[in-house]
């Protein structure tokens, strides 16, 4: 199940590259024959956070200080674009990532993230921006606060932006709820209903039983 997400204050990393899709969050190579879950973080961003040789890149925003504890990503536009890979999420989290704030996401990328207790944040793209000239004026130092409940986020100077977001989607984030968990809550409704159609349309729940 996911992680429950109420609020967070940390610090955030600024990637703003455009168009990050799911091979660059992780290579396909690091997926086939890995099914083992908490193995992925080491390998998130690998072709911009490694040189040729395996060593860190020390240019890669990750591998500096005081970014290697950041829990929140400002990202570029269309963020995890490209292919359906649940893994691009399983390694970010794993990695230590709890919210993503950006102008735009892939669309698959974006529900996997509800699925695994990560908050995407889609707001305008000046919002973004100034997020990520706050952070980078302080160096890192200066924290990002979230607020799921409020739907609000706090600039490192004290800036306050709103954000929208699927009530269902934010009530499974804040309950550390997948999709099967919040149909389940709704199991009554769901047997309500199955019960009224068996009476009304027998036939149906019978067809291809044998007598």
């Given at each position: ?8 204050t ?5 990637v ?8 660059v ?7 086939v ?18 040189l040729?040789?395996?060593?860190e890149?020390?240019?890669f ?5 005081p ?10 536009p ?13 390694s ?6 709890r919210a993503?704030?950006?102008s ?12 695994n207790?990560?908050l ?7 919002i973004?921006?100034s ?7 302080t160096?890192?130092?200066?924290r ?9 986020v706090?600039?490192p ?8 977001i699927?009530?269902r ?6 309950g550390?709820l ?14 309500a ?10 036939w149906i729940h019978f067809?291809?039983?044998s007598?």
């Open positions: 199940m996911p992680k429950p997400f109420t609020r967070l940390a610090i955030a990393a600024p703003m590259r455009t168009n990050i899709d799911t091979d969050i992780i290579r396909i190579d690091r997926i024959g890995n099914s083992v879950r908490g193995s992925l973080g080491k390998w998130a961003f690998g072709a911009l956070r490694y040729p040789g395996g060593s890149n020390p240019e925003i990750l591998n500096r200080e970014y290697r504890q950041a829990e929140i990503l400002v990202t570029g269309n963020f995890g674009c490209g292919s359906s890979r649940e893994a691009a999420v399983w970010l989290q794993e990695m230590g990532i993503v704030i950006g735009g996401f892939g669309d698959i990328f974006f529900a996997n993230c509800f699925q207790g990560i995407p944040i889609a707001v305008d793209k000046e973004v921006d997020l990520a000239a706050e952070v980078e004026h160096q890192g130092a200066g990002i606060s979230v607020d799921l409940e409020a739907q609000t706090t600039s100077s004290g800036k306050l932006y709103r954000f929208e699927d009530p989607r934010r009530a499974g984030l804040l550390g997948d999709e099967i968990a919040l149909t389940l809550q709704r199991d009554h409704e769901i047997r209903f199955q019960s009224a159609d068996r009476a009304e349309r027998p067809a291809g039983k007598a």
